[in-house]
């Protein structure tokens, strides 16, 4: 299909539009994850002029069949979250959504490759239609698919026959990946109430859902290695009571202190409920990762001491 200059000056004039769509989807989805305590790595993109020419030039296809000018795309850890992602997203853009595709689905039982979830979403501007797709997989899928472009497998170019074993050899093993990092995680919720990694599993729901995205794991398994010998009952439904009493306060000091890296961890929450319920058995067990300088500056700022 030939290219003519109409294509070229009508993206140039749409795209600023295109690029209000990208912000504005991809707002709505990390405040909708974020309510919902999930962490998953949210980002846009419009195509550049030159780029979307030569799909429209490859493809053989209209400008206005392109349906990924602007493109939003979710990455999650787990499989499961998947499902999370997906009910969210099909209940938050119900009226919008064209077109939905499970290309997992796709592929059937029996053969391995690109896997995602797809949404054609169409946003209607002063009578325009624009669309904008959503692409929602996990962290190894994405992999995949990266690292499958850098091959340009996808392409007319005829591969032999031991290649494309080799190709699909490699996405088995990303996939395999995939399964057994979604295994792990679902051994590790069925640990007891007690182990500090559930606790730690707990407190990242509230910590995504009101504090932040992201924080220092090795900073976390510092201080919650060992903590459950501080508990004498289920310590997630005592941190969930300490929640449900004081969340507004948490909240406030938390907003006050940011700028120490300790009330930007989720486990700030625990160290708070400690420092009022079981303080001085805390102390000892701080006293053993950090100093208690660090310590009295987060009482003080809970309204308490370490005396």
């Known amino acids: 299909m030939p290219i003519n200059n109409n294509e070229r000056e009508r993206w140039e004039e749409e795209k600023p539009v295109y690029e209000e769509i990208g912000v504005d989807v991809s707002k709505k989805i990390i405040s909708v994850l974020k309510n919902r305590g999930v962490s998953a790595k949210v980002t846009y993109r419009t195509k550049e002029t030159d780029s979307l020419i030569k799909k429209i ?11 990924d000018k602007v ?34 689905e796709a592929l059937g039982n029996n053969v391995f490759g690109y896997q995602a979830i797809h949404y054609d979403l169409c946003k ?19 992999n995949w698919s990266e690292l499958s472009h850098a091959l340009a497998y996808k392409t007319e170019i005829d591969i ?23 295994l792990i995680q679902t051994l590790i919720e069925k640990l007891p109430e007690t182990s500090p990694v559930r606790i730690l599993n707990f407190l ?8 932040g995205d992201s924080y220092d794991k090795e900073l ?16 997630i439904e005592v941190l969930q009571n300490f929640i449900d009493d004081n969340e507004g306060e948490i909240l406030k000091v938390i907003e006050t202190y940011k700028d120490n890296f300790f009330f930007t961890q989720p486990e700030i929450v625990l160290i708070l409920e400690r420092l009022q319920n079981r303080k001085y058995a805390f102390k000892g067990h701080w006293e053993n990762v950090y100093s208690l300088g660090e310590l009295e500056v987060i009482a003080n700022a809970w309204g308490t001491s370490l005396e």
């Open 71 to 104: 493109g939003v795309r979710i990455i999650s850890s787990f499989k499961e979250q998947l499902k999370v992602i997906d009910e969210l997203i099909c209940k938050e853009f119900c009226s919008e959504i064209k077109k939905r595709e499970n290309m997992s």
């Open 220 to 235: 976390s398994g510092n201080l919650l290695n060992g903590i459950d010998a501080l508990y004498d009952e289920n310590p």
């Open 204 to 211: 990242e729901k509230f910590f995504y859902s009101k504090i």
């Open 160 to 182: 032999p026959v031991d290649i494309m074993r080799e190709i699909n050899a490699l996405s088995a093993v990303f996939e395999l990946a995939d399964n057994q990092f979604q």
């Open 124 to 142: 209607t501007i002063d009578n325009v239609e624009y669309f904008c797709e959503i692409q929602l997989r996990t962290t190894c899928q994405d």
């Open 57 to 67: 030039s490859r493809k053989e296809t209209e400008y206005e069949a392109i349906h």
